[in-house]
């Protein structure tokens, strides 16, 4: 039997270091597929185009929501950030768990087109730490730092609609944790409704002494 792909959401303030977790996660699990979105924001010193994000023009963009090639799009810090549709749909029919590294509008958009989508949240154990770790990232200007951290304050107050938090201090039990929430996910009765038939039927038969 084919397993299901699942489809998941991790969301987190601005510096929580979901990259860094998505990384090692990729790393550690060959199976997860990490879908590469794209934005409207400059690429970072690094940043690889097609492989961090697809950098676009915002005439591009626009003309990707106009065509429906994205599943969900939003707005964040005055740039437009949205998850082209054909991958994760290729991927999900392959079977493949399907990350989706985004922010809180788009996991509510998600988890209404995909209600058996997980959403989990990162967090670091304290504000201090988020805005240490935004500072010393030293790649934007004081001025986008603060309003990364307004929208840190606006995003805290959906943290119920999510499934899991996850709290970043330990990377390698953060991924740990991560991978063992899917694993669970995928355990879910729900995926296995055909074995569970199966062994019905076969425990009648056993009565009836077939
Ligand atoms: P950054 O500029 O730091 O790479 O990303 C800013 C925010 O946009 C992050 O919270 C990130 O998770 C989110 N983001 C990245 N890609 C997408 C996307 O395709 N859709 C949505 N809705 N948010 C995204």
Redesign the pocket.
């Known amino acids: 039997m084919v397993r299901k792909g699942i489809l998941i959401v991790?969301?987190?303030f601005?510096g929580a270091g979901?990259?860094t977790i998505m990384k090692e996660l990729l790393r550690k699990y060959e199976q997860y597929a990490l879908?590469v979105?794209?934005?409207t924001?400059e690429p970072?010193e690094g940043e690889v185009q097609g492989k961090?994000?697809f950098f676009k023009t915002r005439e591009a963009f626009e003309q990707m929501i106009a065509k429906g090639e994205?599943i969900?799009?939003?707005c964040?810090?005055n740039?437009y950030?949205?998850?082209p549709k054909a991958y994760v749909e290729e991927k999900l029919s392959e079977g493949r768990d399907v990350i989706?590294?985004?922010?809180i509008?788009?996991?509510r958009?998600i988890k209404s087109q995909f209600p058996e989508a997980v959403l989990l949240f990162v967090t670091t154990k304290s504000a201090q730490v988020l805005k240490e770790r935004l500072s010393r990232r030293g790649t934007e200007t004081q001025e986008i730092i603060d309003q990364?951290l307004e929208r840190a304050v606006q995003e805290s107050e959906g943290i119920e609609e999510y499934d899991y938090l996850v709290v970043n201090d330990d990377l390698e039990i953060c991924v740990e944790e991560i991978h063992s929430i899917i694993e669970s996910e995928h355990r879910r009765l729900q995926y296995h409704m055909e074995l569970v038939r199966k062994v019905r039927e076969e425990l009648k038969g056993l009565l009836k002494g077939e």
């Open positions: 991790v969301s987190g601005s979901k990259g879908s979105s794209a934005t924001r970072r961090d994000y994205l969900e799009y939003a964040y810090v740039n950030y949205g998850t989706l590294e985004i922010e509008q788009g996991a958009k990364r």
